[in-house]
Nanobody
Framework: QVQLGESGGGLVQAGGSLRLSCAAS????????MGWFRQAPGKEREFVAA????????YYANSVKGRFTISRDNAKNTVYLQMNSLKPEDTAVYYC??????????????????WGQGTQVTVSS
């Protein structure tokens, strides 16, 4: 199976930036669309961003569009989430996920096959 490991989370003040990384095992990383989700305490997991297998297509939740950027480096088996202009409401555990199906329903966590353990992002005001 594919294993995913997130890193780069931490504490940042509102308006600051963080870049999350997700490293994947295996030799078929380029066969997966990748997504980022987040979950705050007491709330359900929500979609953040997704990127297609080649990186040519991206999709963002309205709440982060214009502030976050998802990218990938297939040679390094890694997907990134650059988060700028962070707000306190961005505070959550951020999860990386891999999707083997086509470029559809990327906003649905149920459509992903593998998940990382998550990394905590805390934004203070």
């Amino acid at each position: 199976q594919v294993q995913l490991g997130e890193s780069g989370g931490g504490l940042v003040q509102a308006g600051g930036s963080l870049r999350l990384s997700c490293a994947a095992s295996g030799r078929t990383f380029s066969s997966y669309a990748m997504g980022w989700f987040r979950q705050a305490p007491g709330k359900e997991r929500e979609f953040v961003a997704a990127i297609s297998r080649s990186g040519g297509n991206t999709y963002y939740a309205n709440s982060v569009k214009g502030r976050f950027t998802i990218s990938r480096d297939n040679a390094k088996n890694t997907v990134y989430l650059q988060m700028n202009s962070l707000k306190p409401e961005d505070t959550a555990v951020y999860y990386c996920a891999a999707k083997s199906t086509g470029w559809t329903t990327v906003w649905s966590g149920s459509d992903y096959d593998y998940w990382g353990q998550g990394t905590q992002v805390t934004v203070s005001s």
